[in-house]
Structure formats: structure tokens, C-alpha cells
């Protein structure tokens, strides 16, 4: 996906490159549960909270123009001792 990436880039006009997989509010049949820190539902709640997931690449943030307000964004070198904010 890496050469993919450049050959985009390398094109006219192109300013950024970036993958998603699913654009912002389409339907994407991917959600996980999700329950805040501390909170624990009602007995026999109907549906528990759920959030609906997608995965990006570290050039997905700038593609769409979508500024980061506070930390930073993420690296391709990122991994599970990277850390949260600089």
C-alpha cells in the first residue's frame, strides 16, 4: 500500500494522500461496544451503547482537511509503547 501511496502522490494536483475504510457517514456495518469508565447498565437494558468504527491511515486526518486540535496525529512507526500525545 506504501508504493500505492506514492504513486498517488506523485500525481498532479494531488496535495495529500490518505485511506480510510469507509467514508464519514456512510453506512458501515462495523461497530464494537462501548460502555464509559464506571458506568454499568441497567439490568435487562435493551441494546447497549455502540460505536461505529473505521480505520485510517496516518495521512487520513490531512486528506480530509480535518484539523488536530490537541495531542497529535499518528505515525506509521506507531505501535502499542508509542506515545499518546507530544
Known amino acids: ?3 500505492l501511496k506514492e504513486n ?3 500525481l498532479t494536483g ?4 490518505g485511506f480510510s475504510d ?3 457517514l456512510s453506512f458501515h456495518d462495523q461497530q464494537w461496544g462501548a460502555l464509559p469508565e464506571g458506568y454499568h ?7 447497549s451503547p455502540s460505536i ?5 491511515d ?3 486526518f490531512q486528506t480530509m482537511g480535518i484539523p488536530i486540535l490537541q495531542g497529535r496525529g499518528f505515525a506509521i512507526t506507531d505501535d502499542d509503547k508509542a506515545a499518546a500525545s507530544s
Open 8 to 10: 498517488i502522490k506523485d
Open 58 to 60: 496516518e495521512g487520513y
Open 1 to 3: 500500500m506504501q508504493s
Open 52 to 56: 461505529d468504527c473505521r480505520f485510517v
Open 14 to 17: 494531488v496535495a495529500a494522500v
Open 41 to 47: 447498565p441497567p439490568p435487562n437494558a435493551p441494546n
Open 22 to 24: 469507509g467514508l464519514p
